[in-house]
């Protein structure tokens, strides 16, 4: 239903913002100015002035050795050939003086969405933009913390992070091939800076583009469909992946790691939701998680997923 209906808004020219989980199953398509502001903010902006703030989030993340089981069984379907590169997640309970509003207002980042008092998301990654019948997609795998010494040869020239990097970017070019003609790599293993809360982190990127019919508008909750759940936050092969995420995990993603996008009458501009915090009673989690392929060490992987545990 809610896959028409970005169709049939779309064709119409009228704005509307989507909303999908992480699993695709659940979507929302709310013309724009039916959106009511208590409810529901966002904001999607290319560039925008970083804003300094003093607040910080406390963690409490799970211990290694629960994670390390989580691990070890994703490693063991990697051997076992059934997933070449997953995301494992995993949510954390935070503590913050903040409300949802006021995480919101404080944080710095391209996509941004309040969901009513449920989640607040800031998210850096791009999931896909529409513009002059092209989509774009900007696949981030590789993270590096900037204070590092000699920090982006490092992660460019790391094996591990490149195969990784590989691996999604052969997924989102599968992928855009699905919806676009003439999908191709613009730009390959880029470097991009982000503001991390007290630290600064280099993120590997890359650049698919493809060619869409001029009739786009009309198909695009279709175009919406064949690329979820977004490939750069659950793994490859994709079919088999999600299952094995949904039997490692063990907990749900929910909104998280879904996708939000804005239609404006003419072009589409969607962000993949990570830099996810969730609101359940009086109590708060973060959600994060990092690409595990054959090569990923446990310890590092462990420490990402608490790096990415920020407000920016």
Same mark, same amino acid.
């Given at each position: 239903m !809610?896959? #028409? =209906?970005?169709? /049939?808004?779309a064709k119409e020219g009228i704005p509307f913002l989507f909303l999908s989980d992480f699993t695709a199953k659940h979507i929302e398509v709310i013309a724009l100015d039916e959106l009511q502001k208590d409810d529901i903010e966002y904001c999607i902006c290319e560039e925008y002035s970083y804003k300094e703030h003093e607040h910080f989030l406390e963690k409490f993340p799970i211990d290694y050795s629960a994670y390390k089981k989580k691990f070890d069984a994703v490693i063991e379907k990697i051997k076992a050939g059934e997933t070449y590169i997953l995301n494992l997640t995993q949510a954390t309970p935070i503590k913050t003086d903040l409300s949802l509003r006021e995480i919101y207002e404080l944080a710095n980042a391209h996509y941004k969405l309040r969901y009513k008092d449920q989640f607040v998301c800031f998210s850096p990654e791009k999931f896909v933009q529409i513009k002059d019948n092209t989509i774009h997609t900007f696949p981030m795998k590789g993270t590096i913390d900037a204070a590092v010494v000699d920090a982006k040869e490092k992660i460019l020239a790391n094996e591990k992070e490149m195969a990784e990097h590989v691996m999604i970017v052969d997924l989102l070019r599968n992928d855009l091939s699905i919806v676009a003609k003439n999908v191709k790599v613009e730009k390959f293993r880029y470097i991009q800076k982000i503001n991390a809360g007290k630290k600064e982190l280099l993120q590997v990127s890359s650049h698919i583009r493809g060619d869409l019919e001029n009739d786009w508008r009309e198909h695009l909750g279709d175009i919406l469909q064949a690329l979820l759940p977004a490939g750069s936050i659950s793994g490859a092969p994709k079919r088999s992946t999600l299952d094995i995420i949904k039997n490692v995990e063990k907990y749900? @993603? =929910?909104?998280? /790691? !879904?996708?939000? !996008?804005i239609f404006d009458g003419q072009n589409f501009d /969607?962000?993949?939701?990570? @830099?996810?915090?969730?609101?359940s009673a009086d109590s708060f989690s973060y959600k994060s998680g990092g690409g595990i392929t054959l090569d990923s060490d446990a310890r590092m992987e462990? #420490?990402?997923l608490q790096d990415k545990i920020y407000l920016p």
């Open positions: !809610g896959f #028409q =209906k970005a169709n /049939s808004l749900e @993603r =929910k909104f998280f /790691s !879904g996708v939000f !996008g /969607s962000g993949v939701m990570i @830099r996810f915090i969730e609101k462990y #420490q990402e």
